[in-house]
T-cell receptor
Framework: DVKVTQSSRYLVKRTGEKVFLECVQD?????MFWYRQDPGLGLRLIYF???????EKGDIPEGYSVSREKKERFSLILESASTNQTSMYLC???????????FGQGTRLTVV | GEDVEQSLFLSVREGDSSVINCTYT??????LYWYKQEPGAGLQLLTY?????DMKQDQRLTVLLNKKDKHLSLRIADTQTGDSAIYFC???????????FGTGTQLKVEL
């Protein structure tokens, strides 16, 4: 079974803190994605990566950055957390030509 | 930009059929998907349809695609309480798995 693991289920951080959300997949997938999920807005793509050290902006990259130093790991970074970044964050991975994206369990981040 | 729209809520009685609808704007979509999210969990792929198909059936699930109207629907036959979840419609262009999601439809199944 494909496994996409996000390092934390719940996080509480203070405004202005630097926050790291980690995602690891064990299926040697080339593609990895970070989404945020908000009620009534669905999932919105923040950043994605098609290979190691590559990154592309999604639809809402402002306030976020990413890092992909190893194929299996894709990190989402909030340089200076703000309350409007309180959300559920979902990581996903897939193969280059695959039709399916596999999702992690999500990290619920609260910024106070 | 590209848009995928769904109604936010649907309530059905156990044993009835559920129909969840979705509209999308990108005429170059190649795959259209239905994902399910149970409480506290990530998303799980239910089914997908290639854009040159108009119907796909998989056990209790039937997907209908009207490409002319850019309308996708998911029918769940004999809906059970375990089907209560949020259902997301999504599309991708050019294959691959970079997806644009709808807002999600919360399905509530009542006894």
């Amino acid at each position: 079974d494909v496994k996409v693991t996000q390092s934390s289920r719940y996080l509480v951080k203070r405004t202005g803190e630097k926050v790291f959300l980690e995602c690891v997949q064990d299926m040697d997938h080339e593609n990895m994605f970070w989404y945020r999920q908000d009620p009534g807005l669905g999932l919105r793509l923040i950043y994605f990566s098609y290979d190691v050290k590559m990154k592309e902006k999604g639809d809402i990259p402002e306030g976020y950055s990413v890092s992909r130093e190893k194929k299996e790991r894709f990190s989402l970074i909030l340089e200076s957390a703000s309350t409007n970044q309180t959300s559920m964050y979902l990581c996903a991975s897939g193969t280059h030509r695959g039709t399916e994206a596999f999702f992690g369990q999500g990290t619920r981040l609260t910024v106070v | 930009g590209e848009d995928v729209e769904q109604s936010l809520f649907l309530s059905v009685r156990e044993g009835d059929s559920s129909v969840i609808n979705c509209t999308y704007t990108d005429s170059s979509s190649t795959y259209l998907y239905w994902y399910k999210q149970e409480p506290g969990a990530g998303l799980q792929l239910l089914t997908y349809i290639f854009s040159n198909m108009d119907m796909k059936q998989d056990q209790r699930l039937t997907v209908l695609l009207n490409k002319k109207d850019k309308h996708l629907s998911l029918r769940i036959a004999d809906t059970q309480t375990g089907d209560s979840a949020i259902y997301f419609c999504a599309d991708s262009t050019g294959g691959g798995n970079k997806l644009t999601f709808g807002t999600g439809t919360q399905l509530k199944v009542e006894l």
